[in-house]
């Protein structure tokens, strides 16, 4: 179907939304009908805003600070539940660095919290350890990474997760410390492990750089310790049905997992 001269004037003017809404617009005065009609537009643009900075998050899945329960997380005495989910460490350029076992609810927080950042107009990236890894020796090797290391700079905050489950070769090392070094007073970076820092060197296999990073990442950082018991497993064995005649009913069987923390 041919557009109508409307929505030709509208797309010349990026006026995208105009010619769909301006229907829907009660009129009472010209001021007050382009007055709605500019709000709509504004309201639309925002939404697309969003959807692309979603989209360049990269997040897995979505999980939200609603959700998430902190009953099981040691925070330090300098840093607050408000501090976190106001946003405030990415706008002062601090570190996030959440360390448990598997399971214990650390990369739904860091997602929700990336959530939402993107939503609240901040540009967000997320990549797991071993992926951000190999991407960056992909790059390097193609003569690429220069746009790699660009696009990670626009930034506001890096969620780096799973650091630990596996060890990284020498170069790869290199080039994440490189990445996460550069965070440093610049921009927020949020890490996920399953080590403590004593153990970051069985990871990064250079005890030199393995220092200058945890040096890094814990002067203007925020350590988090996730100390319960596995959310999945917890999730999983609560669905698991024993009958009353078969060998006793816990009485606190279906109870214990009310408050679990999310995955």
Not at 114 to 124: C, F, Q, T
């Amino acid at each position: 179907m041919t557009d109508s001269l409307l929505q030709k004037q509208c797309k010349m003017l990026k006026l995208g939304s105009v010619s769909q809404t301006y229907n829907e617009i009660s009129f009472e005065s010209r001021e007050q009908f382009l007055t709605d009609l500019f709000a709509e537009e504004l309201r639309n643009r925002e939404k697309n805003r969003n959807r692309r900075r979603l989209k360049r998050a990269g997040f897995p899945q979505t999980k939200t600070l609603e959700e998430f329960s902190w009953d099981n997380i040691i925070l330090p005495p300098q840093t607050t539940i408000e501090h976190l989910t106001e946003l405030r460490f990415i706008d002062e350029k601090e570190s996030l660095i959440c360390m448990g076992g598997v399971g214990t609810g650390k990369t739904h927080l860091v997602i929700a919290l990336g959530l939402k950042a993107v939503l609240s107009g901040k540009e967000v990236r997320f990549f797991q350890t071993v992926d951000l890894a190999n991407r960056l020796l992909e790059k390097n090797a193609k003569g690429t990474l220069g746009s790699l290391i660009r696009d990670l700079e626009s930034c506001d905050l890096l969620i780096v997760d799973e650091l630990g489950f596996l060890p990284l070769p020498r170069h790869a090392a290199e080039l994440l410390f490189q990445v996460i070094a550069s965070c440093y007073e610049r921009r927020s970076v949020a890490i996920t492990t399953n080590l403590e820092f004593g153990q970051w060197n069985t990871v990064i296999n250079d005890s030199r750089l393995t220092a200058a990073l945890i040096d890094r990442l814990v002067h203007h950082g925020h350590v988090l310790a996730f100390t319960g018991e596995s959310y999945r497993l917890r999730h999983a064995l609560s669905q698991l049905h024993v009958p009353d005649d078969v060998g006793g009913a816990h009485p606190q069987q279906n109870t214990i997992y009310k408050n679990d923390p999310a995955q």
